[in-house]
């Protein structure tokens, strides 16, 4: 894209690991500036002792630039501090409390510059009784009732990828914009707040209203019956998803996709209300006429017949699935590593992550220059002898 939503602004990133950096790279991804301030030496932890060069790094912050400070040096302090006028934005996910110990917290940025959107990114919240402690992805998981629901009886298990951690990021991301615009009303600061227990919120919303609805706590197949979903294996040992939910006319799509058009005279089966009633009788019918034909037979069938599927398909399945290249969500890499873009276009365009080509060594490059991902910085509180008056009067390295 050649002009993006975000060209322009500017975003100081202190923090590590998934929520904020993925939330941050969202932003990166929408033309934001972003610069991510690590630590001296090694860096964030996401580098792994591989640099650029890790995947878990590359993937949260391509796009990026980096700046090596130490934030527990008064020098290194007194250098972002110096940068901070040249900022809209502040992001920060360490402890509560921790950056403004530093002197870096939200009304310290606001006395260096007054129309600053400070945000913080924590694990629970910036008070009450759990607001201290360490929190990840799984604690997430666990408190938002996650686990429970790809359990059944009292052994939750710990399945899914990292949802907690992600939807975190994506409401770090919302925030900050919706503070960009009350920005913009008002011409006055903002100060945005989310946590891993807050954003996992979005993700209980179902379970929530299903407990409420059905008087009890969801499990792994509870929702089932009501949405009318089943997941069934073909001929070929492959397996397809579909989901009727409460309509009539996918009912009776997927009976004569089967050549089972007597179910929809079965009164166990002929509404949605018996239909969810004796929905455990119906999963067999369904698996055994499944079983009798390939995927790429019902694939053809349930398309002909307008019935919602899916296949149901691996990480490098959906990286290679045609209508995945249709929408251009993967910015592929020399070596061969998929970076997600952003999940909008905007007349018609996605946005880039910024990447290009990694090259053997590093060379500085001025701000603006595009890069991808950020190694470490050179520049550090002690190779700094005098505070920068703005980003552009020093550079940062990468590749």
């Not at 201290?132 to 790809?150: E, K, M, V």
């Not at 609805?213 to 997941?231: D, I, K, M, V, Y």
């Not at 060594?361 to 002690?382: D, F, L, Q």
Request: charged residues 20%; negative net charge.
């Amino acid at each position: 894209m050649q002009h993006k939503p975000l060209d322009g602004i500017r975003i100081l990133e202190i923090g590590g690991y998934i929520a904020l950096p993925f939330g941050t790279s969202i932003l990166c991804a929408l033309g934001a500036e972003v610069v991510k301030v690590e630590r001296p030496v090694v860096g964030e932890d996401f580098r792994r002792h591989q640099n650029d060069g890790s995947p878990y790094f590359r993937q949260y912050n391509t796009g990026k630039r980096s700046l090596s400070v130490d934030l527990k040096s008064e020098e290194g302090v007194a250098l972002v501090k110096a940068l901070i006028p040249h900022f809209d934005v502040v992001l920060e996910n360490l402890r509560p409390g921790k950056v403004a110990a530093m002197g870096l917290g939200p009304e310290d940025c606001r006395a260096l510059r007054s129309d600053i959107v400070y945000g913080s990114v924590t694990g629970f919240g910036a008070g009450g009784p759990l607001a201290n402690r360490p929190a990840y992805d799984t604690i997430g998981h666990a408190f938002g009732g996650l686990y429970s629901l790809f359990s059944d009886g009292d052994h939750p298990q710990l399945a899914g990828g990292l949802s907690a951690d992600l939807v975190t990021g994506l409401s770090t991301a919302t925030g900050v914009l919706a503070a960009l615009v009350g920005r913009l009303k008002t011409g006055r600061p903002q100060r945005m707040e989310t946590s891993i227990m807050e954003a996992v919120s979005a993700l209980t919303v179902d379970g929530i209203t299903q407990s409420f609805e059905l008087g009890n706590n969801p499990a792994r197949t509870s929702r089932h019956p009501q949405a009318q979903n089943f997941c069934v294996p073909t001929s070929t040992g492959e397996y397809l998803a579909v989901h009727l939910s409460s309509s009539q006319k996918f009912w009776h799509a997927l009976c004569r996709a089967m050549d089972r058009t007597d179910l929809t005279e079965d009164p166990r089966f002929a509404e949605y209300r018996p239909r969810e009633s004796n929905y455990f009788e119906l999963v067999p019918i369904v698996e055994a006429e499944f079983a009798k034909q390939s995927k790429d037979y019902w694939e053809k069938v349930l398309t002909e017949a307008d019935v919602p599927f899916a296949p149901v398909l691996s990480m490098t399945g959906y990286l290679e699935h045609e209508q995945v290249e249709h929408l251009k969500l993967v910015e592929w890499q020399p070596d061969g590593l998929p970076l997600i873009r952003p999940p909008w276009t905007f007349d018609g365009e996605r946005p880039d992550r910024g990447a290009r080509a990694p090259k053997s060594a590093p060379t500085p490059v001025p701000w603006r220059a595009k890069c991808s991902p950020p190694r470490r910085s050179t520049h550090c509180s002690s190779a700094a002898s005098s505070s920068p008056t703005s980003p552009d009067s020093f550079e940062f390295a990468y590749h």
